[in-house]
C-alpha cells in the first residue's frame, strides 16, 4: 500500500462471459456497496458485448466498470475495433491498454500501448497500463530492465495519477497459480515508483502501481499489503463474485 493513496482492486474477465454472467456483476455491484467502499475502489472489466448492461447494472453502485483494450484512432475504417469514444459512450471509465495477451496476440508495442493510452485520456477513461516481463526475460535477470523500457515506452509524457494506473503483470504468473516472492514484488514495486517519481515528479507518488498474476482470496491480503502496491488487476477469480469480493474484502483487514 502507499499512503494516500486509494486501492483500486480490479477485474479483467477477458475473452469470458455472455449475458449470464450479467448476474457476477449484480452479485459484485452489490457487494461492493458498504462501507469499505469509502475507502477502496472496484472495478469490474467484462467482455465489450456486456459493457453497456454492466454499467447501467451498476448504476447506483461503487462499482466501477471499464473495457479490456481500445484502438488509439477516435474513428474509422478498423474492423472489429472499438474506440475510445464508444467505451465512454457506454459510460465506462476505464481501459486495460497493453495487457500482456494484447501484446503477445495482437504484436502491440510499447508505442502503439502508448498511443491507445492518449486515446483513453481523450475520451475521459482512466488508462491501466500493463507491463511485466516473460519466463525467460526473468531467468536472464532483466526484469527491471524490461520494467524501465516498457513504463518508458507506454506510458505517455501527459500522464497523472488521475488519468493512469499502472499494473504489473509478471507474464510468467498470468493464469498459473504462480506468484513472485513477496520481496520481488516489494522490489518491482519499488523500482517502478522510483521510475515514475524521477520522470513526473512527486506528481507520481500517488500514481496507482497494481499487482496481477494469480491473485487469489488467499493471498490477496499478503499481496495487497506490500509497500507501492495499490491494489490488484484479477483475471480468473475476478469471474465469480464471491472471489472477487473476497479479494476486495482483504481490504477490511489492511485498511483497519
Ligand atoms: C490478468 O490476466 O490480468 C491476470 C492477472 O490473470 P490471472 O489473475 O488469472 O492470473
Avoid at 31 to 41: F, I, M, N, R, T
Avoid at 84 to 94: Q, R
Avoid at 208 to 220: C, D, E, M, Q, T
Avoid at 237 to 246: E, I, M, P, Q, R
Wanted: hydrophobic share 45%; with cysteine.
Amino acid at each position: 500500500m502507499t499512503p494516500d493513496v486509494r486501492p483500486l482492486v480490479a477485474g479483467n474477465w477477458k475473452m469470458n462471459g455472455t449475458r449470464a454472467a450479467l448476474d457476477q456483476i449484480k452479485a459484485i455491484a452489490e457487494g461492493v456497496d458498504g462501507p469499505l467502499a469509502e475507502k477502496v475502489d472496484a472495478l469490474i472489466c467484462p467482455p465489450a458485448t456486456l459493457l453497456y448492461v454492466a454499467t447501467a447494472l451498476s448504476t447506483d453502485s461503487a462499482l466501477m466498470i471499464g473495457a479490456q483494450d481500445c484502438h488509439q484512432d477516435q474513428s474509422g475504417a478498423h474492423t472489429g475495433d472499438l474506440s475510445a469514444e464508444m467505451i465512454a459512450d457506454c459510460f465506462a471509465t476505464y481501459v486495460i491498454v497493453g495487457h500482456s495477451e494484447r501484446r503477445s496476440d495482437h504484436a502491440e508495442t510499447d508505442h502503439l500501448v502508448r498511443a491507445k493510452a492518449e486515446a483513453a485520456y481523450a475520451a475521459d477513461l482512466t488508462a491501466i497500463i500493463c507491463i511485466g516481463e516473460t519466463a525467460d526475460e526473468r531467468k536472464s535477470g532483466q526484469t527491471l530492465e524490461i520494467l524501465k523500457r516498457q513504463l518508458a515506452g507506454s506510458v505517455p509524457d501527459s500522464a497523472n495519477a488521475e488519468t493512469t494506473v499502472i499494473a504489473y503483470e509478471p507474464v510468467w504468473a498470468i493464469g498459473t497459480g504462480l506468484t513472485p516472492t513477496v520481496d520481488d514484488v516489494e522490489k518491482a514495486h519499488a523500482f517502478m515508483r522510483a521510475e515514475l517519481v524521477a520522470r513526473f515528479g512527486d506528481a507520481a507518488k500517488t500514481m496507482r502501481i497494481l499487482y496481477g498474476g494469480s491473485v487469489k482470496p488467499g493471498n490477496a491480503r499478503e499481496l495487497m499489503g506490500i509497500a507501492n502496491v495499490d491494489g490488484a488487476l484479477i483475471g480468473g477469480a475476478s469471474l465469480k463474485a464471491s472471489d472477487f469480493l473476497a479479494i476486495y474484502g482483504a481490504y477490511e483487514v489492511l485498511t483497519a
